[in-house]
């Protein structure tokens, strides 16, 4: 989840006109490279973060509208399915109480043939 929303800013930054750079740190315990972005237009780079910033918070509003959408959705589907089960249950009792009275009438017909006439 974490690289795909690192993955999604990447995109944004490249669509923003940002520039990739790996910077390198040297500290005491290591040497690491990070990625950094660097604005062609040093002037246009607090206009661009504030976009960035806008987009950002958009996606994570539409994130949050989406999950809470998903677990409503779950909730209705658990509730049908429940329906669905007791639809079926209500089925087989229906065929269970129509087998049963066919083979009372079967037999009442098998007894009225014995009667002579």
């Known amino acids: 989840m974490i690289s795909a929303v690192v993955s999604n800013i990447s995109v944004l930054l490249c669509i ?3 520039e990739e750079v790996w910077v390198s740190m040297e500290t005491e315990v290591d040497n690491k490279q990070y990625n950094v972005w660097e604005s ?3 002037e246009d780079e607090t206009d661009q973060f504030q976009l960035l ?5 958009s996606l994570i509003e539409k994130t949050v509208a989406l999950k809470t959408e998903n677990e ?9 399915e429940g329906k669905v089960s007791d639809l079926n249950n209500k089925i087989e009792e229906l065929n269970s109480g129509r087998n049963d009275a066919k083979q009372k009438i079967m037999s009442l017909l098998e007894k ?4 002579p006439s």
Do not use: T
Not at 72 to 80: D, F, M, P, V
Not at 112 to 115: A, G, L, R, S, Y
């Open 40 to 42: 062609p237009n040093s």
């Open 112 to 115: 009225m043939e014995q009667v």
């Open 53 to 57: 910033e806008a987009k950002v918070d």
């Open 16 to 18: 923003l006109g940002f």
């Open 72 to 80: 409503a959705l779950g909730e209705k589907l658990r509730i049908e």
